[in-house]
T-cell receptor
Framework: QQQVKQSPQSLIVQKGGIPIINCAYE??????FPWYQQFPGKGPALLIA?????SEKKEGRFTISFNKSAKQFSLHIMDSQPGDSATYFC?????????????FGQGTELSVKP | ETGVTQTPRHLVMGMTNKKSLKCEQH?????MYWYKQSAKKPLELMFV???????ENNSVPSRFSPECPNSSHLFLHLHTLQPEDSALYLC???????????????FGEGSRLTVL
């Protein structure tokens, strides 16, 4: 029940494409769903996050879609660029009581070809 | 310096050695974390400290021993490790859980550990 399942494990798209990364969770107590981006040799950094009271959130070229009934959420990257090549992790937590104690997905290695 | 700083960045040790990883945060946070990152696996939470007190030990073997002398510093003492402990160890900080906040973790760049 504590797992977050992420797919695909790796993804290759052409520049300008729209990669989509999917995550699913089981614990209905989760109420905070962030995405982290990690470049080689760096630690993960928060990219965008959503709470279950909204179905979509956009920040620049990055969009989270959230489906509470299906217990799924996904990351879309519009007009992807080679600089977006990184590993992306979804995560979940019960923010009120367990703020920083995130449960992470396995990660998706994204490669955007020029 | 700003952010979360980890040293050393790379460490190679034998199974009988004793070494320590150090983490320092300059963000004024009161919660600090150790995560383990292994290839093709989710980041695994190891320990959580709030206001210098350990509030979470995620069933971590005793060969890993954390220490948090103050809210800005966190150590991970290593002894008699196994080759399967080879991984990237990430330190992070945040505002402490229990408050209504974003829960954003700020990570360091990690310490790459190889156990021979």
């Amino acid at each position: 029940q504590q797992q977050v399942k992420q797919s695909p494990q790796s993804l290759i798209v052409q520049k300008g494409g729209i990669p989509i990364i999917n995550c699913a969770y089981e614990n209905t107590a989760f109420d905070y769903f962030p995405w982290y981006q990690q470049f080689p040799g760096k630690g993960p950094a928060l990219l965008i996050a959503i709470r279950p009271d909204v179905s979509e959130k956009k920040e620049g070229r990055f969009t989270i879609s959230f489906n509470k009934s299906a217990k799924q959420f996904s990351l879309h990257i519009m007009d992807s660029q080679p600089g977006d090549s990184a590993t992306y992790f979804c995560a979940a937590s019960r923010s009120y009581n367990q703020g920083g104690k995130l449960i992470f997905g396995q990660g998706t290695e994204l490669s955007v070809k020029p | 310096e700003t952010g979360v700083t980890q040293t050393p960045r790379h460490l190679v040790m034998g199974m009988t050695n004793k070494k320590s990883l150090k983490c320092e945060q300059h963000l004024g946070h009161n919660a600090m974390y150790w995560y383990k990152q292994s290839a093709k696996k989710p980041l695994e939470l190891m320990f959580v400290y709030n206001f210098k007190e350990q509030t979470e030990n995620n069933s971590v073997p005793s060969r890993f021993s954390p220490e948090c002398p103050n809210s800005s510093h966190l150590f991970l003492h290593l002894h008699t490790l196994q080759p399967e402990d080879s991984a990237l160890y990430l330190c992070a900080s945040s505002q402490p859980p229990g408050q209504i906040n974003t829960g954003e973790l700020f990570f360091g760049e990690g310490s790459r550990l190889t156990v021979l």
